[in-house]
């Protein structure tokens, strides 16, 4: 029957001819291509990443750590909706809201805030749902920080202490939004140096 | 009646074979891993020390913390005792390989060689030959069908391709004249012939010898008693710790023993390329004494000798990662109706051209 591409390969095994019956020519191409691999590896610098002392760079759109911003003042910018806890497939976050007293107005930009933020990051999957449903644009996905590897499980399960941002701005991660200029340039700075 | 001195010369230098065997041994271990990965564009291990140079004690130390196990059913003394003769039998071979020309201070002289016997490669294929005992009672009492299956195939494989490997050394023999590793290699050193080694005259003989000498030591492409995609581990399937790192260790005393002895049989041994010539130019031109130059080309002659045993130990690591591991009845074949008939051949060959006077 006639192939309906017409661009099918008549192939016959043809007998061996006496050098490829003999092997040795074979073993030779052989270890000649290794050899040429060993001294591609031996001179010039391998693909290999020796991660703890080098790493790779991130993407700048890797979705990594959770962050819990604060706005321009340092005032904590999650009101406890629980919008994100709806919007997570893998139902990592759960959240405690309370009331803001008096006083605690420079702590946190809403009347409500959340007493306990807490995110396990062995059930999340990193899918920024969160992020999108986030009305209030306080929690974001890190994209220079990943949750790394611990002993125990309990040490999974992400808190306030380790999730809202640092007031200083230097120190903070490089994707948000509303930042004061100061802020702004920080990591304008921070980015560049990492895109670099 | 053997005096004391010399004795005691050479349980020293039986003492320093047997330590560097197992210094080699050791680090061929890592270096079959960093050459490996090389050959594969990857890095090897570089974790523990400097380049990782540190990766056989941590290895050591993880063989000796691990469990020993006795698997149901074995019968104890065999199976222990079969890591026990493979080790013997690979450290006892490398003890007639002269590794080195005398060494003279003034009336004293030094041999660096264990023991000088007149029948040292006959020594060497005897005890190469029990080395397949180690193997055989390791896999028959592991009282397993994957390690008797190794077990079996090392004893017929070490079988087929001793013939065809002493088939190739009657060869040398017929030019040397003799079975002394020395006498041997100091034939190849003629004065002003350096290039009479007998790769020149055995050039068919020293394939088969090496093709042999692959599968005698169970290296890849002849690693069938191993063969972990068809039979787990082969012969040492069931063993564990400290037995399984035996096992490991012998294959590569094997390794340095087989490249030892072809380097003695066709690479000159511890002769180098102008010898004579530089001892003769330190005598004359540098004015040192005789003695003095000959025990300088002595120990380039041995360090020479290294050199062309890691060249073959790598060559031995650049096969096995390249090639892929023969079908068992492509073993056969190619021992039983290729190697041994063109051993045959070389054998009529080296006879015709001694008869006609173009080799000696």
């Known amino acids: 029957m006639q192939s309906l591409s017409n661009r099918a390969k008549k192939l016959e095994a043809k007998p061996m001819t006496l050098a490829e019956r003999a092997y040795l020519p074979a073993i030779f191409q052989g270890l000649s291509i290794t050899m040429r691999h060993f001294f591609r590896a031996a001179t010039k610098k391998q693909v290999t990443v020796r991660y703890p002392e080098e790493q790779r760079p991130f993407s700048p759109i890797f979705r990594g750590l959770h962050v819990l911003k604060r706005d321009e003042v340092g005032r904590e910018r999650c009101t406890a909706c629980g919008l994100c806890a709806v919007a997570c497939p893998a139902e990592a976050i759960t959240m405690v809201a309370g009331e803001r007293k008096k006083g605690e107005e420079n702590l946190y930009r809403e009347e409500k805030y959340a007493v306990s933020y807490e995110v396990n990051m062995l059930r999340c999957i990193f899918c920024g749902l969160c992020e999108e449903a986030c009305p209030k644009a306080a929690v974001y996905l890190q994209p220079d920080k990943m949750a790394p590897p611990r002993f125990e499980r309990d040490e999974f399960i992400y808190g306030k202490d380790r999730l809202v941002e640092p007031v200083d701005p230097n120190a903070r991660s490089i994707r948000g939004i509303q930042l004061t200029p100061e802020q702004a340039h920080a990591l304008s700075q921070k980015t560049s140096q990492q895109l670099s | ?360």
């Open chain 2, 1 to 360: 009646m053997i005096e004391l001195p010399t004795l005691g010369w050479q349980s020293i230098v039986i003492l320093v074979v047997f330590g560097v065997s197992l210094l080699i041994a050791t680090y061929c271990t890592y270096a079959e891993r960093v050459i490996a990965a090389f050959l594969q564009d990857r890095v090897g291990p570089d974790r523990a020390g400097p380049f990782g140079l540190l990766q056989p004690l941590a290895d050591a130390v993880k063989l000796f913390t691990k469990e020993e196990f006795f698997p149901a059913g074995a019968n104890k003394a065999l199976f222990i005792m079969g890591p026990c003769l493979a080790m013997i039998t690979a450290l006892m071979s490398s003890a007639v390989i002269p590794f080195g020309n005398v060494i003279q201070f003034g009336n004293n002289v030094f041999n660096l060689q264990g023991i000088e016997v007149n029948i040292g490669m006959l020594w060497v294929f005897g005890i190469v030959s029990l080395g397949v005992y180690g193997v055989m009672i390791g896999g028959w009492a592991s009282n397993n069908k994957f390690s008797l299956l190794g077990a079996i195939r090392a004893g017929s494989q070490n079988i087929s391709y001793e013939l065809a490997m002493g088939m190739a050394l009657i060869a040398v023999l017929m030019i040397s004249g003799t079975l002394s590793l020395r006498e041997i290699t100091l034939q190849q050193s003629q004065a002003g012939e350096w290039h009479f080694w007998n790769i020149v005259k055995q050039p068919l003989g020293f394939i088969i010898f090496l093709v042999c000498a692959f599968a005698e030591t169970n290296r890849t492409p002849f690693d069938l008693p191993e063969c972990e995609t068809e039979l787990v581990g082969g012969y040492h399937t069931e063993y564990s710790s400290m037995k399984m790192g035996l096992y490991l260790f012998a294959e590569y005393v094997n390794v340095f023993v087989a490249s030892a002895v072809m380097s003695v049989l066709y690479f000159g041994g511890f002769n180098f390329p102008f010898q004579y010539e530089l001892r003769d130019w330190l005598v004359s031109a540098q004015s040192w004494e005789l003695m003095s130059a000959q025990n300088l080309i002595s120990v380039l002659g041995l360090l020479g000798l290294f050199g062309k045993i890691f060249a073959f130990i790598f060559f031995f690591m650049w096969v096995r990662w390249t090639l892929p591991r023969f079908r068992y009845d492509q073993l056969m074949r190619l021992g039983w109706t290729i190697l041994i008939p063109l051993a045959i051949f070389n054998i009529l060959l080296t006879g015709g051209l001694i008869l006609g006077g173009i080799i000696k």
